[in-house]
């Protein structure tokens, strides 16, 4: 197999630099095949929103490597796939390798799997574990490389492959333009800027109307929560934490009237419109990494990050968003949290600034504080206030460096994969719902327990008198114990165990519901298995 790919593959083609563009469509052929592709040839395409798989090189009838198409002007950042596959036979297995990792450090390590999903099961689901290897590939430069094994189970399914579940543009667009429907007194949605592909940088505004109009305030100032994500575009778990976020606000819940008749909320859902767009990792569509931008936004180079950097500090003068601009200098601004996914580590954390002022740096760190009681999930272990030079153009260390002292200025992180809580040991994979939807009863759901973390930080201020309790699920029913049962987000219930059941007999696992059938033991896994080591996750981890 090892001179296979010798032969099959230039070693001077390992390199991701010839990478440029997505396959399109492209069906893969043994060498020195020619004619029509045959049922069981694959067919590989990424040309389409949010997608991103730049070369399929064929090894074997079972085994493919798979080279992520780097960022769009910045060859050095390789995380985000997503990509389909068709033209398969019925019971195909297959070995995909994906070989060009930028980084070496993983949730991989962790367990984490990547995520599919197929025609007529369009649910994502993720890989089991026992299928996934993430390895040190002498084959490929001794990068890190992730093996998975995949049995194709229906003949006529285009099947889906992703790093973490996709949240694209267009869903925005669309999630944005229902919101926009209910015609709420309270929600507004403006158009701040357009990016360099002349798509929407939109800008949301939820409060009680009166808190817009100057006169009913008695010259008071309205304090201000301004709310930032997906400036990485491949971070899209950010992108289900602010929808979260701004679904809870905009809802009928007690809570949610409090915050909107004491607080002016702005959210700016995406920041990179463009990278998310086009399936980029971590940069714009110029190949900047817009989080590093933040202390000198060009107009030309950054100009989402440069409209959203005047909105907040108020120097504005372009006529479209003048209007805006005037409206923010009535408010106050108290609070910035630009929301991100974590590739490394579990649970949701924050990233907060470190001050001289000793009194101003306590007051900084009671949000984390309240939040870490609301929330389950939320880690204050991986919570940390720094001043890191390589942090030096983030959002955070920007703004809160530049605005008022009253303003407190976060890095909100959601893990791409898990969470683990004090009462467990096992980590629970985050789903789509688990970060979005605050009806389910279950208090899993970061996006909704950080927005009701302002009522907890505005009672303690005095703003808000005591009711209602920020409790959202009654304690007595849905305590903190991982004992409960929860129909939508079991938390005892692991990836493994929902998508994918262990037979009687030995290793096969047997389709349950939205699921594959995959087996270890079979000669599918056991053909590659020079280049799948199984290792010792613990002794691997010592050494990253
Ligand atoms: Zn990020």
């Not at 060498?31 to 040839?41: C, N």
């Not at 398969?88 to 962790?110: A, C």
């Not at 009681?373 to 703004?399: I, Q, Y």
Request: glycine share 4%; aromatic share 12%; net charge neutral.
């Amino acid at each position: 197999m090892a001179d296979k790919r010798a032969e099959s593959v230039n070693s001077d083609s390992d390199s991701t630099e010839d990478v440029v563009g997505n396959v399109n469509k492209f069906a893969v052929v043994p060498s020195g095949y020619s004619g029509k592709p045959k049922k069981g040839h694959l067919i590989f395409d990424a040309c389409f929103e949010c997608g991103n798989l730049g070369r399929v090189d064929y090894i074997s009838d079972l085994e493919y490597d798979l080279f992520i198409r780097p960022d769009t002007c910045n060859p050095r950042f390789r995380v985000w796939f997503n990509f389909t596959v068709e033209n398969v036979k019925t019971d195909q297995r297959v070995i995909f390798n994906i070989v060009n990792f930028s980084k070496t450090k993983s949730l991989y390590r962790e367990g984490m799997t990547p995520l599919v999903k197929t025609t007529s099961r369009p649910k994502w689901s993720r890989i089991p574990t026992k299928n996934v290897y993430y390895y040190r590939c002498p084959d490929h430069r001794k990068n890190y490389v992730m093996s998975f094994a995949f049995c194709f189970d229906r003949e006529d399914e285009v099947y889906q492959f992703s790093y973490s579940y996709p949240y694209s543009y267009s869903r925005l667009q669309n999630y944005l333009d229902n919101l926009e429907k209910k015609n709420y007194d309270f929600f507004n949605r403006e158009l701040l800027a357009l990016t360099v592909q002349q798509r929407r940088l939109d800008l949301l505004t939820i409060t009680h109307p009166k808190n817009l109009k100057k006169d009913d305030n008695n010259g008071e100032k309205q304090r201000l929560v301004f709310i930032t994500a997906r400036v990485h575009p491949g971070e899209t778990p950010s992108s289900y934490v602010c929808q979260g976020i701004t679904d809870f606000l905009v809802s009928n819940h007690p809570i949610a009237k409090v915050l909107r008749e004491h607080l002016v909320f702005k959210i700016i859902p995406m920041l990179n419109p463009d990278g998310v767009y086009l399936g980029n990792y971590r940069c714009s569509l110029m190949g900047f990494d817009l989080n590093r931008h933040w202390q000198e936004p060009s107009p030309w180079a950054h100009p989402t990050l440069y409209s959203a950097k005047n909105l907040l500090m108020g120097l504005d003068r372009d006529p479209l968003v003048q209007v805006v601009v005037a409206l923010f200098h009535s408010l106050n601004l108290e609070f910035y949290i630009d929301i991100h996914a974590h590739s490394t580590l579990m649970n949701g954390f924050m990233y907060g600034n470190v001050y001289e002022d000793l009194e101003r740096l306590e007051r900084h760190s009671i949000f984390p504080k309240l939040l870490c009681g609301n929330a389950e999930d939320f880690s204050m272990t991986n919570t940390n206030f720094n001043r890191d030079a390589v942090k030096a153009g983030t959002g955070r260390r920007t703004l809160g460096g530049c605005l008022d002292d009253s303003a407190h200025c976060y890095t909100l992180e959601v893990s791409f994969f898990s969470y683990q809580t004090n009462s467990s040991s096992q980590a629970t994979p985050y789903t789509e719902e688990g970060c979005i939807l605050f009806e389910a009863s279950n208090d899993m759901k970061l996006g909704r327990n950080v927005a009701r973390t302002f009522l907890d930080y505005y009672k303690m201020t005095g703003l808000i008198s005591t009711k209602p309790s920020s409790s959202i699920v009654p304690k007595a029913m849905y305590g903190r114990s991982r004992d409960r049962t929860d129909p939508i987000n079991d938390s005892k219930i692991t990836y493994d165990d929902r998508y994918f059941s262990r037979s009687e007999h030995g290793d096969e696992m047997q389709r349950s519901g939205n699921c594959y059938n995959l087996n270890s033991t079979n000669s599918l896994t056991s053909v590659p298995s020079y280049r799948i080591q199984h290792r010792d996750r613990d002794n691997q981890r010592d050494r990253y």
